[in-house]
């Protein structure tokens, strides 16, 4: 998807910059490491990431399962249909706003070490980028592509520290 992002823009003639205004994911790895050790139980913190994880996903699969007129014992599923599953588990998850919002509250809760690392401080550093975008003398819109999870947090970091008054800027989100 960042790839189609970045060729986009090469192709857009109103682009004449592309910023990649995330930090590496070895860096978010490293990071999220570290707060899981200094957690003093990194192996919970892993483990309380996956039951959430699950427990989002297994809800979700019944839910699709149920809405492709599937029996709920998937152990005599084809590939085909597995993957067809899959598909619309991913998007229902992008689609369904309140599961998402209670996917990521219930991380937050549970796992505050995973959205901090993954969430949080890329939120922080994505909207920092795009500040800075807009900062530039004579740049009057940008187009920030993000992972629909950053949408909230960096619209938030956006609101509350640049002054949209002084400029023709807007903070728009759309979803695929």
Same mark, same amino acid.
């Given at each position: 998807?960042?790839?189609?992002?970045?060729?986009? $823009?090469?192709?857009?003639?109103?682009? @004449?910059?592309? &910023?990649?205004? @995330?930090?590496?994911?070895?860096?978010?790895?490293?990071?999220?490491?570290?707060?899981?050790?200094?957690?003093?139980?990194?192996?919970?913190?892993?483990?309380?990431?996956?039951?959430?994880?699950?427990?989002?996903?297994?809800?979700?699969?019944?839910?699709?399962?149920?809405?492709?007129?599937?029996?709920?014992?998937?152990?005599?599923?084809?590939?085909? !249909?597995?993957? !067809?599953?899959?598909?619309?588990?991913?998007?229902?998850?992008?689609?369904?706003? !309140?599961?998402?919002?209670?996917?990521? =509250?219930?991380?937050?809760?549970? &796992?505050?070490?995973?959205?901090? $690392?993954?969430?949080?401080? =890329? @939120?922080?550093?994505?909207?920092?980028?795009?500040?800075?975008?807009?900062?530039?003398?004579?740049?009057? !819109?940008?187009?920030? &592509?993000?992972?629909?999870?950053?949408?909230?947090?960096?619209?938030?970091?956006?609101?509350?520290?640049?002054?949209?008054?002084?400029?023709?800027?807007?903070?728009?989100?759309?979803?695929?």
């Amino acid at each position: 998807e960042m790839l189609a992002a970045i060729r986009a $823009a090469e192709e857009c003639p109103a682009c @004449d910059t592309v &910023v990649l205004g @995330d930090r590496s994911s070895v860096t978010t790895i490293r990071r999220a490491a570290e707060l899981s050790w200094n957690s003093g139980d990194p192996l919970g913190v892993l483990t309380r990431l996956g039951d959430e994880n699950e427990k989002v996903i297994a809800e979700l699969r019944r839910r699709v399962r149920s809405d492709l007129a599937l029996d709920d014992d998937d152990k005599n599923d084809t590939t085909e !249909q597995e993957a !067809q599953v899959q598909i619309a588990v991913m998007e229902a998850l992008k689609d369904d706003s !309140q599961v998402r919002e209670r996917l990521f =509250r219930n991380l937050e809760q549970k &796992v505050p070490e995973f959205t901090q $690392a993954f969430v949080k401080e =890329r @939120d922080y550093i994505m909207s920092e980028s795009i500040r800075r975008e807009l900062g530039r003398p004579g740049v009057e !819109q940008i187009v920030a &592509v993000v992972g629909l999870a950053h949408v909230p947090g960096i619209k938030d970091n956006l609101e509350s520290n640049i002054d949209l008054s002084s400029s023709s800027g807007t903070i728009a989100a759309a979803q695929e």
